[in-house]
T-cell receptor
């Protein structure tokens, strides 16, 4: 069965600095991987999705993530943080063509320091 | 506009008083699901539905019921709410999950439930 681990429940970065949110997964087959973002008082929305077409995936709002099979990682990055990036971020994994649901990590809350 | 609509957004109730949280999607999605979100625990799946009249338990189904009589609606029913069901609830839908495919989930804006 698949699982996902997000390192760090809270991450703080200064405005303009690099954002790095870590996600490691386990899966018995090549997985689909997702990052979702949750802004205050809202539901989750898709940031980006990996489906094996390309290892570097670009998402909305300048975020991107790189799939590294050897490290079983799918870390989320953004070169320059903006105050509007303050939110909670969830990594998720699912196994294509299997009767398995999508599994979410516990989330990382990103704080942006002025 | 494509969306998942949950109602109500906020609900305060007392122990044992039956309640229903409604969820409706206008995207003709096959798959619908309910999650609860609690601090430090992330999102946990309560129930899901692969299609009309097909529902199944998620990770934390105790104390909840669901039904899927129509494709667009997937209500969450708490027959006898208890304080440990105080949480933030999300409904989500997608074209499919598992053997139906692995499409991204679309979420509603959440229902904050407090049971006293």
């Amino acid at each position: 069965a698949q699982s996902v681990t997000q390192l760090g429940s809270h991450v703080s970065v200064s405005e303009g600095a690099l954002v790095l949110l870590r996600c490691n997964y386990s899966s018995s087959v090549p997985p689909y991987l997702f990052w979702y973002v949750q802004y205050p008082n809202q539901g989750l929305q898709l940031l980006l999705k990996y489906t094996s077409a390309a290892t570097l995936v670009k998402g909305i709002n300048g975020f991107e993530a790189e799939f590294k099979k050897s490290e079983t990682s799918f870390h989320l990055t953004k070169p320059s943080a903006h105050m509007s990036d303050a939110a909670e971020y969830f990594c998720a994994v699912s196994e294509p063509e299997r009767d398995d649901k999508i599994i979410f990590g516990k989330g990382t809350r990103l704080h942006i320091l002025p | 506009e494509a969306q998942v609509t949950q109602n109500p957004r906020y609900l305060i109730t007392v122990t044992g008083k039956k309640l229903t949280v409604t969820c409706s999607q206008n995207m003709n999605h096959e798959y619908m699901s309910w999650y609860r979100q609690d601090p430090g625990l992330g999102l946990r799946q309560i129930y899901y539905s692969m299609n009309v009249e097909v529902t199944d338990k998620g990770d934390v189904p105790e104390g909840y019921k669901v039904s899927r009589k129509e494709k667009r609606n997937f209500p969450l029913i708490l027959e006898s709410p208890s304080p440990n069901q105080t949480s933030l609830y999300f409904c989500a839908s997608s074209l499919g999950q598992g053997w139906l495919g692995n499409s991204p989930l679309h979420f509603g804006n959440g229902t904050r439930l407090t049971v006293t």
